[in-house]
């Protein structure tokens, strides 16, 4: 019913840049926040940035890690989340889940996610 399909992913030099997309479509009425998540093997998947419109706008939440070196938006009118990442370090390694909390036209509010996109920085 919900779809997110993402993109702008693949293999940077340390401190390259890279802009990871993610597009919903589907049954959607309207979308709370978007977000993008990271998992290496054998640790739990972790936020890294998220952004939630509300009545007094947008509001963000990064990882520390990724504070200062990472950006993200929106395009809502588009259904669009955007994670502009700087100064990439190999820590940054490992695959990026798109994440939305959606409400569909047809059932409750929920959380959809991508199929997740690898990003590999290399030292």
């Known amino acids: 019913q919900v779809q997110l399909v993402e993109s702008g992913g693949g293999l940077v030099q340390a401190g390259g840049s890279l802009r990871l997309s993610c597009v919903a479509s589907g049954s959607i009425f309207s979308i709370n926040s978007m977000g993008w998540y990271r998992q290496v093997p054998g640790k739990q998947r972790e936020l890294v940035a998220a952004i939630t419109s509300g009545s007094s706008g947008e509001s963000t939440d990064y990882a520390d890690s990724v504070k200062g070196r990472f950006t993200i938006s929106r395009d809502n009118a588009k259904n669009t989340v955007y994670l502009q990442m700087t100064s990439l370090k190999p820590e940054d390694t490992g695959v990026y889940f798109c994440?939305?909390?959606?409400?569909?036209?047809?059932?409750?509010?929920?959380?959809?996610w991508g199929p997740g996109i690898q990003v590999t920085v290399s030292s």
């Open positions: 994440n939305a909390r959606v409400r569909p036209i047809y059932g409750y509010t929920k959380d959809y």
